[in-house]
């Protein structure tokens, strides 16, 4: 029993470096400019697979670790208020999806969405109130309209990407055997 744990541990930790080198590079993709990174959203998906494949835990630890990561290597995104309300919402992202994903009764698509919805909605609500926390710090306002724009009107494109996107790579693994989906309940398996 200890050696499959320690090689679910090793496996998780490994997977989860390769999300966060994932997690550094794709914003490359979109030229680093801040204006186009809100619209697509490159640093979200390697969280929300982190925390589907290897758990909340690694999720959290990957989504909140990126943005400062990043900050380090590459000066970008800047640490406060936009890397640090990032970090939270990433690790938010990564907790949430991974927890629901993983307590589901079944693991298939239908819980796979439910998960990744639930998980955007809680992402998008940790980052407002960390705005909202660091803009009072910092005594500029954060108004309900630059929450709408900045959650939802300006990310629809990186929304519809992750929902598109992330239930492909996990059918992808799924049928390939590296990630299963699971149809019988939690305690089953754990007790059989």
Known sequence: MKPHYLN?????LALSAMFIAIGIVLPFFTGQLQQIGNMLLPMHLPVLLCGLICGWQYGAAVGFILPPLRYVMFAAPPIFPIG???AVELAAYGLIAGF??????WQCIISL????IAAMI??????????????GVSGEAFT????LSGAL?????????QLVFIPAV?????????????????????ES
């Open 8 to 12: 679910k541990s090793t496996q998780n």
């Open 84 to 86: 640090a309300a990032m």
């Open 100 to 105: 629901l994903y993983n307590r589901s009764r």
């Open 170 to 190: 996990m059918v992808a693994l799924d049928r390939t055997g590296m990630v299963h989906f699971r149809r019988e309940s939690h305690h089953a398996v754990t």
């Open 113 to 116: 969405y439910r998960s990744l």
């Open 144 to 147: 309900w309209q630059m929450f």
């Open 153 to 161: 009107l300006t990310a629809i494109p990186g929304i519809m990407i």
């Open 122 to 135: 809680g992402g998008r609500l940790v980052w407002g109130i960390a705005r909202v926390l660091m803009t």
